[in-house]
């Protein structure tokens, strides 16, 4: 009979039981289980955590203010170097000289050449003052020659008229005469018959012809003073044209000497102006002989060297770094984050020296970072086609350290939006750029900027 029953199957299905009953699972692999399961759970919630995007820059530190930036002391003139008064490292007062320096050209060697000048300029200037005292001189003759002129004028003219009236005097004497001599002219005529017939008596035609002649007398000499009537109109008529003729010439003549004398105080005034404008130039020279601090500040470095050195005009000889600068941080963005970043956008700060921890997407939980506001975005590029940004402090953040200098090394952080650990790590794996959902509130900007 064949065993076919199922007896032997469940003996055998015991026998496993009892087998898989008396193995254990290890405490090892239980604990390494768990971590696995725990760690796995704790990066699936970090994934969903909030991540703030941020632009990663290096750059160094600078002076917000142009002004209060490092600056070079330069010379305004060429000079031999005399005398230092600072010490590298020395703190100067604004105004506080530098070094002294002496003439090398010898157009100024002249050690008196500012009072020459001065003395030149005095003696044009009491030459101007001559000269316009002839030209009020030529003016006050011009005046009085014009009321004479008036005046000679209308006296020849009241001759003219004294002359015009004897004329007609002189003309009515005359015609009366020509009268009176025609009617004796008469008389003797008929006279002279009758003593010819000897009708009159001798003594009576010589009385007659003695009236006679008398009366032509009379004519003639009535004639000669209308003549001279006559003649005198003429010569007052000559006169009058003689007078103004006479003081035109004078006045054109001191016109001329006080066009010229015009002319002479204009050109005076001009080399007066040119004199005056070398010792201004002289003066401002000599000033220049001491190079002095633009402002308070401390001497970084000395260009030059020693006593006798020969400098150029408008090469540097110091380096001054102005006295408590407004600190800004000069970063380095790439182009295509620029249109990442406004104005008002805050920024975390590590410093060259001091110790830090940052972490990019938690600025909260960094340690020896410090706070940050973007203050300037250049228009243009600069480095390498990369955009220079200015990080002044955050007023709102500790203040930064005091022992900061110039020129340290920094880099920075500037943050943007928050968004899911998950979506940061797929956005790094493919190279995407940061999200951008909104610019900063105006109001932050307002108070940032009225922060200043």
């Known amino acids: 009979m064949l065993n076919i029953s199922d007896n032997k199957d469940n003996e055998m299905i015991e026998q496993k039981s009892i087998l898989f009953k008396t193995l254990k699972t290890p405490g090892a692999g239980k604990v390494v289980a768990k971590v ?14 909030p991540w703030q995007q941020n632009i990663r820059a290096t750059g160094k530190i600078t002076a917000f203010s142009p002004g209060e930036r490092p600056q070079s002391i330069q010379s305004a003139i060429a000079g031999r170097i005399e ?3 600072i010490t590298e490292g020395q703190f100067v007062e604004k105004g506080d000289t530098i070094l002294s320096l002496s003439e090398v050209k010898d157009d100024y060697f002249d050690p008196q050449l500012l009072n020459r000048t001065a003395q030149q300029i005095e003696a044009k200037k009491q030459g101007i003052e001559a000269k316009k005292d002839k030209v009020e001189a030529l003016e006050q003759q011009i005046e009085a020659l ?15 008229q004294q002359a015009r009236f004897k004329l007609t005097s002189d003309s009515v004497d005359f015609e009366a005469e020509k009268v009176r001599f025609a009617n004796q002219e008469n008389i003797f005529e008929r006279n002279k018959k009758r003593f010819d017939a000897g009708n009159i008596a001798l003594t009576k035609f010589q009385e007659l012809e003695s009236k006679f002649q008398e009366s032509k007398m009379k004519l003639v000499s009535s004639e000669n003073k209308f003549l001279e009537s006559k003649t005198e109109v003429i010569n007052a008529q ?21 066009n010229n004398t015009t002319a002479e105080v204009f050109e005076a005034e001009a080399a007066l102006a040119k004199l005056e404008n070398q010792y201004s130039n002289y003066e401002i020279r000599t000033s220049n002989y001491q190079l002095i601090a633009p402002q308070s500040g401390y001497v970084v470095k000395a260009m030059k060297a020693g006593v006798g050195e020969t400098i150029k005009e408008g090469e540097s000889v110091a380096q001054v770094m102005p006295e408590n600068p407004q600190l800004a941080v000069e970063m380095y963005v790439r182009a295509m984050d620029v249109p990442l970043i406004q104005k008002g956008r805050k920024a975390r700060i590590e410093f060259d020296g001091w110790p830090a921890l940052q972490f990019s997407g938690w600025p ?38 005091e022992q900061l200098r110039i020129g340290s090394g920094t880099k920075g952080w500037v943050m943007l939006d928050n968004v899911p650990v998950w979506y940061e790590i797929w956005r790094q794996l493919n190279g995407f750029p940061p999200s951008l959902y909104s610019a900063p509130e105006e109001s932050v900007l307002k108070k940032e900027e009225g922060k200043k």
Do not use: C, M
């Open 36 to 49: 696995l399961v725990g760690v796995s759970l704790l990066f699936f919630i970090l994934l969903f955590f």
């Open 83 to 85: 005398a230092w008064h």
């Open 146 to 160: 014009e009321k004479l002129q008036v005046a000679k004028f209308e006296q020849a003219k009241n001759k003219l």
């Open 238 to 258: 000559v006169n009058i044209s003689g007078v103004q003729a006479e003081y035109q010439d004078k006045i054109s003549k001191a016109r001329s000497d006080l």
């Open 364 to 401: 909260s939980v960094s340690v020896g970072t410090f706070g940050g506001v973007v203050q300037v975005i250049d228009r243009v590029n600069s480095v390498n086609g990369e955009f220079r940004i200015l990080v002044t402090p955050d007023p709102e953040e500790e203040p930064w350290p």
